[in-house]
């Protein structure tokens, strides 16, 4: 009656391209699953009390940090009419879960002597119930990346030492709401999707650009991709950014660390 759920009693289910019947997701390293109500406190004529009416839609997200170990299937719902099925089982008969789910923010971060990490955030248009149970018997090879099997191609990392990076990737939704429906009847998907990227050189023979570069000849014309593979070589994930622009660099040095440089980028598709 008192007991509690440990860690390895949970699991996280979506379907995958090569399993359409839910596979788990491995390297997890923490869910967070939750809604909230928006609520007013009404004042109505010949009453002291007051109401409690309702303020707005119910929101509902899901947020999961894990280490990159595989080639993760969540960047395959980024585009317009990708929805996201998936249930957090506590054990065999216990589920909870959700059948319309999207992707709003994904982002990795590699750093030298640690495994990537990756943050990403879904909200969720349909109702999340006990009972939604996206498992199956599929499983995900793990290939653990080590910081020799990781690149980044941008501004002066053939020469300068990259010890990090981080990428991000932020995608709009709009639900659409008609009388009569507590869920959306469409899901918009407004583009474009924006990306950010902060790269981490320590620095041997760089400095910073001029500071009006941007404003002249430095928009939309970088090439900034970044490459994780498994120790094996097995390719897990691509990362790029389309379109992308230098908008910022920082240059720091302190009496007991080398210089380094960060080089910040922007890009769209």
């Known amino acids: 009656m008192f007991g509690s ?5 949970g699991h996280f289910f979506i379907p995958v391209r090569w399993n359409p019947n839910g596979a788990e997701l491995s390297g997890v390293t923490s869910i967070e699953i939750g809604y909230n109500n928006a609520a007013n406190t009404t004042n109505l004529l010949g009453y002291q009390k007051g109401v409690t009416t309702i303020g707005g839609p119910t929101s509902q997200t899901v947020s999961l940090s ?6 993760d299937p969540l960047l395959d719902y980024t585009g317009a009419n990708h929805i996201v099925t998936g249930s957090f089982n506590y054990d065999n008969n216990e589920s909870y879960g959700f059948k319309s789910g999207y992707l709003t923010s994904y982002s990795v971060n590699c750093a030298v002597g640690s495994i990537p990490k990756i ?3 879904l909200v969720v248009y349909d ?5 939604i149970n996206a498992s199956g018997a599929g499983t995900f090879s793990i290939y653990v990346p080590s910081q020799g099997s990781i690149t ?3 501004d002066n990392t053939t020469t300068n030492r990259v010890i990090g990076f981080d990428y ?10 008609t009388l009569g429906s507590e869920t959306p009847i ?7 999707i924006k990306y950010t990227a902060s790269v981490q050189l320590e620095v ?5 650009e001029s500071g009006y570069n941007f404003l002249t000849t430095g928009k939309e014309e970088k090439t900034v991709s970044f490459t994780i593979n498994g120790r094996d070589g097995t390719s897990l994930q691509s990362l790029t950014i389309p379109k992308a622009s230098l908008v910022g660099e920082q240059l720091s040095a302190s009496a007991d660390g080398s210089v380094r440089l960060t080089l910040n980028y922007v890009g769209h598709s």
């Not at 894990?66 to 080639?71: G, K, V």
């Not at 991000?168 to 709401?177: D, G, H, I, T």
């Open 152 to 154: 980044a191609t941008c």
């Open 168 to 177: 991000a990737l932020e995608v709009m939704r709009k639900p659409c709401y």
């Open 5 to 9: 759920k440990l860690n390895y009693e």
């Open 204 to 208: 041997d023979d760089v400095f910073l």
């Open 127 to 131: 109702e999340m119930r006990s009972g």
């Open 186 to 192: 469409e899901v918009k998907y407004i583009p474009p």
């Open 66 to 71: 894990r280490n990159l170990l595989f080639n």
């Open 119 to 121: 943050n990403s955030s």
